[in-house]
């Protein structure tokens, strides 16, 4: 039995590919490993059955035998850790690989996710015009910071790794934003994630769960 992960029955984003799932989707492919996806209404997350896998109640969870798992970060270091393909051999490369892992979920995603919320959620607030342009100032710090570390690289350090899987997954959270556009490198960096055969499979899979959706 392939392991399962949980994924939104109805993603928000509209099949978009910034629902969490994607990053282990994404993973999955990359290391050429069958996945079953369970998926979740709103409701269903925030029940029992579900807590017991993930104790906020939210999605992706992983479920292989005895092991289940939550956060999207654990998850694919625990598939990049059991298949090759996503970490390098090199003690010394892998462990800076894991480190931009934790660079993209720690340092990149807070100020993306705190912009990308109040653009979704607080539209309508009379603080919003006031706040909006300190959280982008907040992220364009990150994204010069990032852009000047990429320079004219491919990837974030060598070869494509899960830092650079999560990176990308992260940064395409500001699609709708624009911010990316300011920064070639950024951009260019994006697009080399997206044009990758494991991606592009990985998105389809997610869009075609919000296709069904939008039909039944
Ligand atoms: N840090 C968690 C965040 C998980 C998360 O925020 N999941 C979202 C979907 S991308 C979710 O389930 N949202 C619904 C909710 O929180 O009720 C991870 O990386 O897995």
Redesign the pocket.
């Known amino acids: 039995m392939p392991p399962t992960i949980t994924a939104?029955e109805n993603s928000p984003d509209r099949g978009r590919g910034?629902?969490?799932?994607m990053?282990v989707r994404w993973a999955f492919e990359e290391v050429g490993q069958p996945y079953d996806v369970h998926l979740v209404s709103?409701a269903e997350?925030?029940a029992p059955a579900h807590r017991a896998r993930h104790p906020?109640?939210?999605?992706?969870t992983y479920e292989d035998g005895d092991l289940t798992l939550?956060?999207?970060?654990a998850?694919v270091l625990h598939i990049a850790e059991r298949h090759d393909g996503l970490l390098p051999k090199d003690a010394n490369a892998r462990a800076r690989a894991i480190a931009w892992m934790f660079a993209a979920?720690s340092t990149a995603e807070p100020p993306i996710v705190e912009l990308t919320m109040a653009m979704l959620f607080e539209r309508d607030r009379n603080w919003y015009a006031e706040r909006l342009p300190m959280l982008q100032e907040r992220v364009r710090v990150r994204l010069g910071e990032l852009s000047r570390h990429i320079g004219g690289a491919d990837w974030l350090d060598g070869a494509f790794s899960a830092g650079d899987l999560m990176m990308v997954t992260v940064l395409r959270r500001l699609n709708t934003s624009g911010l990316v556009d300011e920064y070639p490198e950024i951009a260019a960096y994006v697009a080399r994630g997206e044009a990758r055969p494991a991606f592009k499979r990985a998105f389809d899979a997610q869009l075609a769960v919000f296709r069904a959706a939008s039909q039944s």
Do not use: C, V, Y
Not at 56 to 60: T, V
Not at 70 to 73: A, L, P, T
């Open positions: 939104f910034q629902a969490r799932d990053r709103f997350m925030k906020f109640g939210q999605i992706p939550f956060e999207s970060g998850i979920l």
